[in-house]
């Protein structure tokens, strides 16, 4: 079925409506967009529903294919907006509509509008309440943003994403799906609000082909706490949760404002490539705050408390032993984390079970991960009556992803604060140190993933890595000293441990615990690292080894 409402609306001239939008003849306008949302944690999951941005020039068949499959395939119930088309070709009439009609959906509906009052109407917006998909045909997003912004219609096209469905455009009409849009006033380059659909972006079509790097800088500059995606031609982007997958003859580029320590950064994808949506968030968020590490960092020591940080690999009986007798003894509460290593319960529960063996009696595992869950007041009572808790092993940003910036990391440093014990091993080792290596959600190869660089603190001032001789992690390791000199790096062979107690590391286990002091040079021929066995001791503030 095809509704077509009347294509005809009252249209202010072009330049008339840049100026208006960009704040320079309405105040009240310029306020509503300029307006800067309130700053909240961002939701690792991403967000709900997909989105198809193509870049413009030819839409890949592919793309076009996936827009179908998201929104239901011939189940689909389809709204295309044509409003960001001029009004010459509103007048004919040109739009998508045959196009998507050609696909025989369950209904392809073309809704256009005179005002926005009428944008505001329950029969206008009848068809959005029912769709599956949403397309903007190609055109003018300053358009787009004048007739919908703060209307009905705005906000049925993000409860389409709500409940899982899909909203596509492409060409400069996908501006309007960021936060910001990256347009021209004339000659002056502005950033008016968008539709935030794609939270936390600047998005621009024609990357390459009309020569645009340089506008995302631009806006970037103006929103560095926001990051850029610039779309080649006969390319799209297909965005699934935090998932962004890249299609098409050309190529995505993720651009990243310059701060006041780094550098502005480019980061190219290519058809058949996939990268993090929530890493890129993270990243632009993380150049607006303080320097990290600080140049001076706290001295690595625990003032009260103790930690036991494993390298992966096994766990030695006498570490085990140690982690229960800085518990209190089996009758204590024990809390173990399988954050990092998604899995069923019964997997999840199997984490704990050397604790139970060790004769542990009240071993408790706490495998939410949500914000609500990892905030309850249920999961937090039960981390303030542990006297211990274990991070399990895995990949270590899934923690970061659970517990930052929630409730739960101030109850695990509480831990510590009243005389209990925090342990971990492979990724629970890593996420005990101040600086979190290896914390990219795309693989454990980087070392220093800009949104994924703040351990929990546990241990402070220092860089942990795992699994250290025998994955030969040497030069990874020193490759963050080089960069950071004030950490401390602490590299922990396999089935091997530091007990941390105050400013003392004691080491533990089958191998060695190896220590990298970069801020001062090495004597020539010098060992780059201190490397000690069971049984040695490292003095963490003082960088060297204990008598």
């Not at 609000?193 to 790097?213: Q, S, Y």
């Not at 925090?422 to 080792?429: D, R, T």
Request: hydrophobic letters at 40%.
């Amino acid at each position: 079925m095809t509704i077509l409402s009347s294509v005809r609306r009252n249209q202010l001239p072009r330049s008339i409506l840049l100026h208006l939008l960009c704040g320079l003849l309405s105040p009240a306008i310029s306020i509503a967009l300029d307006e800067k949302p309130p700053v909240v944690r961002i939701d690792p999951a991403g967000f709900r529903g997909s989105l198809v941005i193509g870049g413009g020039g030819n839409f890949p068949a592919e793309a076009r294919e996936r827009f179908i499959k998201l929104a239901g395939g011939k189940d689909a119930k389809l709204v295309i907006i044509p409003t960001a088309r001029d009004d010459a070709a509103l007048e004919k009439r040109e739009s998508s509509l045959k196009l998507w009609e050609a696909a025989k959906l369950a209904s392809v509906v073309l809704l256009q509008v005179r005002s926005r009052d009428e944008a505001n109407r329950d029969a206008v917006i009848a068809p959005l309440k029912e769709a599956s998909g949403v397309w903007f045909d190609e055109g003018d997003p300053l358009s787009l943003a004048a007739a919908y912004r703060g209307t009905t219609v705005e906000r049925e096209v993000a409860a389409v994403l709500h409940r899982g469905g899909v909203v596509g455009s492409m060409s400069d009409a996908v501006n309007i799906l960021g936060l910001r849009m990256a347009v021209h006033c004339g000659a002056k380059a502005e950033t008016p609000m968008g539709w935030d659909l794609l939270a936390g972006t600047v998005i621009e079509p024609h990357f390459i082909e009309r020569k645009r790097r340089s506008r995302l800088p631009d806006a970037l500059e103006r929103h560095p706490e926001l990051f850029g995606l610039g779309i080649d031609e006969e390319t799209a982007v297909i965005i699934r949760g935090r998932t962004m997958d890249v299609l098409g003859a050309g190529n995505l580029t993720i651009t990243l404002a310059k701060s006041a320590t780094r550098p502005a950064r480019e980061i190219v994808f290519k058809e058949g490539e996939q990268t993090d949506l929530t890493r890129w968030r993270l990243a632009a968020r993380a150049r607006t705050a303080p320097p990290f590490p600080a140049p001076q960092p706290a001295e690595p020591k625990v003032a009260s408390g103790s930690l036991v940080i494993v390298g992966g690999g096994g766990l030695p009986a006498e570490v085990v032993t140690r982690f229960v007798e800085l518990a209190g003894g089996p009758e204590s509460t024990i809390v173990v984390l399988p954050t990092a290593n998604p899995s069923t319960p019964q997997v999840a529960e199997r984490e704990g079970r050397f604790l139970e063996k060790a004769g542990c009696k009240h071993v408790v595992t706490l495998p939410q991960t949500t914000l609500s869950d990892v905030s309850s007041p249920e999961f937090l009572a039960t981390l303030k009556s542990a006297k211990g808790i274990w991070f399990g092993g895995g990949r270590q940003w899934r923690f970061v992803d659970a517990y930052a910036d929630t409730p739960a990391i101030e109850a695990f440093h509480d831990v510590l604060q009243r005389g209990g014990v925090i342990g971990g091993s492979s990724a629970g080792a890593t996420i005990q140190g101040e600086y979190l290596v290896r914390g990219s959600p795309q693989g454990n190869a980087e070392m220093m993933a800009e949104g994924y660089e703040r351990g929990f603190g546990f241990l402070p001032g220092v860089a942990i890595d795992q699994h250290f001789t025998q994955r030969k992690r040497q030069a990874d390791l020193l490759s963050v000293m080089t960069a950071h000199p004030q950490l401390l790096g602490i590299g922990l062979d396999e089935t091997t441990a530091i007990i941390v107690t105050g400013s003392t590391a004691e080491v533990m286990g089958k191998h060695r615990a190896h220590f990298y002091n970069t801020r001062m040079p090495t004597a020539e021929g010098a060992p780059e690292c201190v490397s000690l066995e069971s049984g040695s001791r490292y003095d963490l503030v003082e960088r060297k080894a204990k008598p």
